[in-house]
């Protein structure tokens, strides 16, 4: 049984848990059912951070119309003004940045040093999405007609439905929020089940802020309901999910029965290759950092590991060594590593995995295990776990796992290290250890991912890049970056023609 002592004497304790709120416009209110669900530290599993509504359509339809009642308002305001708000936003956040990353901690179980990353990742997009304010909307176009002037303009698309996943629970919703909101978007906010108040004390900033009441609304919930709820509704102009492949694929053919805008960022399987020539102590820095960090549950960590013949016994010694050596506990403890898995369900799946592996006949070299020794057993701890033996057919080799969990799989060559690279339906971040300039170069041009690194893990995108990726991770779309809004508003062209005669384009001369 993995379930943690104490879990039945809590739940009889439930009546003592803080009680949260959805925002719609300017009141904070349950959900119409009165209904509401357990957000719990996966460290501790008894201990209860709080209850959240557990919304449902009637709850997303008030929302839905309070960010069209405000949406016209918000579209009139200059956007130097919005970025006003947002640079706010990103100066409230520097100042809370400790007591936000310790919340991401309770509620979501990453290391309080990464959970201080993450804020740091939104106060980067909060400042980087003000400026966006003062950079140009659109461009001026030469007409091919005497004395008439063309240029393009962006326009929001709308309300915008935003979910979110818990792994992030602050910096992704940045990515979507704030330039959402710089564009000119009313918003819904729909926050991961797993981290309701990482969502919640993002759009208390806003609002402190400065944002007009009813751009920006909270409903708490599950994906099933509330999201969905979100998904169907005839007036959201634009769903921006992150999550998984599987419910992604679900969002878009809702979304696309109605024609609505749909951003995804979806799964991932990637890789760092290890070519023989590689420093191999940084790639074994940056594998440990990649596979383990984040308890495994980035879309972005290395899940495999491509090392070419030559130096893969090394490099897995190396690896098991150091992944026996990681501290897992609680995040909020002083020199912990690796904390927990954030759920029950996630955990088992991860451990599904390990014997999954087993009966593909994959070894497991180290890890693979459920920790519940003293403390451990309060929470969702799992072992960080090195499969070797693995072939790209496998499915520990091609599926996402979410978890403390990497395969080695070992090649002959750059051109087979790249075509294992390339051999799953994800393209998100894929990474290549290596000091010859031709290997790298090839790499960057021949790996199949939106995301590429040279000598560094898998993770670690800077916001002022786009992040997003190719095949099943996505569709098309690129957050952050020179792209950040892109997925948030519409072009517009504009043709004005003062000649004071009929002028036809593709004719007149
Ligand atoms: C995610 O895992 O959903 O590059 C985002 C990184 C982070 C973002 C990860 N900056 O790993």
Not at 66 to 95: D, M, N, S, V
Not at 340 to 349: A, D
Not at 369 to 386: D, K, M, N, Q, R
Not at 455 to 474: C, H
């Amino acid at each position: 049984m993995l379930g943690p002592v104490g879990v039945a004497l809590v739940d009889g304790a439930v009546g003592l848990a803080e009680h949260f709120l959805n925002l719609i416009g300017e009141e904070w209110a349950p959900a119409r059912s009165g209904e509401t669900f357990e957000d719990r530290n996966p460290a501790r599993w008894s201990e209860l951070v709080g209850a959240f509504p557990q919304s449902g359509p009637e709850d997303v339809d008030a929302a839905v119309k309070t960010a069209r009642a405000a949406y016209r308002g918000w579209r009139a305001t200059p956007p130097p003004r919005r970025g006003e708000i947002l640079l706010r936003a990103g100066l409230f956040l520097e100042q809370r940045k400790e007591e936000l990353a310790r919340t991401m901690t309770r509620e979501m179980g990453k290391v309080v040093e990464e959970a201080r990353g993450d804020v740091q990742e939104a106060i980067d997009m909060a400042f980087f999405a003000a400026g966006l304010g003062r950079r140009p909307f659109g461009e001026a176009i030469p007409s091919e007609l005497p004395d008439k002037f063309c240029f393009t303009w962006r326009e929001p698309v709308g309300v915008v439905g935003v979910i979110t996943p818990w792994n992030f629970p602050v910096a992704v919703p940045s990515w979507k929020l704030f330039p959402a909101l710089m564009a000119g978007n009313a918003i819904v906010f729909k926050p991961a089940e797993d981290s309701p108040l990482c969502g919640q004390r993002l759009v208390e900033v806003l609002l402190e802020a400065g944002l007009p009441p009813g751009v920006l609304n909270l409903v708490q919930g599950t994906g099933e309901q509330a999201g969905a709820a979100m998904v169907a509704h005839p007036d959201v102009n634009c769903i921006s999910f992150t999550g998984s492949t599987e419910v992604g694929r679900q969002i878009a053919t809702q979304c696309g029965r109605s024609l609505k805008r749909v951003g995804l960022e979806l799964g991932g399987k990637n890789a760092i290759v290890v070519m023989d020539d590689a420093d191999l102590e940084l790639a074994v820095d940056g594998a440990v950092w990649a596979a383990f960090g984040t308890t495994g549950q980035r879309c972005t960590a290395a899940s495999r590991m491509i090392v070419q013949r030559g130096v893969a016994a090394d490099f897995v010694d190396a690896l098991k060594q150091r992944a026996e050596g990681l501290r897992v506990g609680d995040g909020l403890q002083e020199g912990v590593q690796v904390g927990p898995i954030v759920n029950e369900r996630q955990l088992r799946r991860v451990h599904g995995y390990t014997a999954v592996a087993r009966e593909e006949r994959a070894t497991v070299l180290t890890g693979g295990e459920v920790l519940a020794e003293g403390p451990l057993g309060e929470g969702w701890f799992y072992s960080p776990t090195i499969f070797t033996d693995v072939r790209p057919e496998m499915r520990v080799a091609r599926e996402e796992i979410f978890g403390p969990s990497t395969s080695v799989l070992v090649a002959d060559s750059l051109e087979q290290a790249l075509e294992y690279a390339n051999s799953t339906v994800y393209g998100l971040s894929l990474s290549i250890y290596t000091n010859d300039v031709r290997r790298a170069f090839t790499a960057m041009r021949e790996l199949e991912a939106g995301i590429v690194y040279v000598n560094a893990p898998t993770i670690g995108a800077e916001i002022q890049l786009p992040f997003g990726g190719v095949k099943q991770t996505g569709n098309g779309h690129r957050e952050a970056g020179s792209t950040a809004m892109d997925e948030f508003t519409e072009w517009k062209s504009i043709y004005v023609d003062y000649s004071g005669r009929l002028q036809r384009a593709q004719i007149d001369t």
